[in-house]
């Protein structure tokens, strides 16, 4: 049974910083692609990172220079570092994983920047 489990998110106010962590059960985070997406409020979900087995990443334009997705291997957990966060930042935001066949979600995590 695969299971995602984000944790880190919070309340931090304008240009502060922030870490999510998202740690994986029954599925190693080295062999697929992962991403952190967002959700605000009225919004529809989007992707904000990936990282893919070999280590590639990639970011939306919106958060390129303040955001960094990176692995664990030994740890089986991908974080995503958030830097100079605004309040545009403020979202739910959700670790997932492919593995060829399916996506797997994990619960999400609140993150609210106060202007």
């Known amino acids: 049974q695969v299971q995602l489990v984000e944790s880190g998110g919070g309340l931090v106010q304008a240009g502060g910083s922030l870490r999510l962590s998202c740690a994986a059960s029954?599925?190693?985070?080295?062999?697929?692609?992962t991403g952190w997406y967002r959700q605000a409020p009225g919004k529809q979900r989007e992707l904000v990172a990936v990282?893919?087995?070999?280590?590639?990443?990639t970011y939306v334009d919106s958060v390129k220079g303040r955001f960094t997705i990176s692995r664990d291997n030994a740890k089986n957990t991908v974080y995503l570092q958030m830097n100079s966060l605004k309040p545009e930042d403020t979202a739910v935001y959700y670790c997932?994983?492919?593995?060829?066949?399916?996506?797997?979600w994990g619960q999400g995590t609140q993150v609210t920047v106060s202007s």
């Open positions: 990282i893919y087995s070999g280590g590639t990443t």
């Open positions: 997932n994983t492919y593995d060829y066949m399916r996506d797997y």
């Open positions: 029954g599925i190693t985070f080295s062999r697929y692609r």
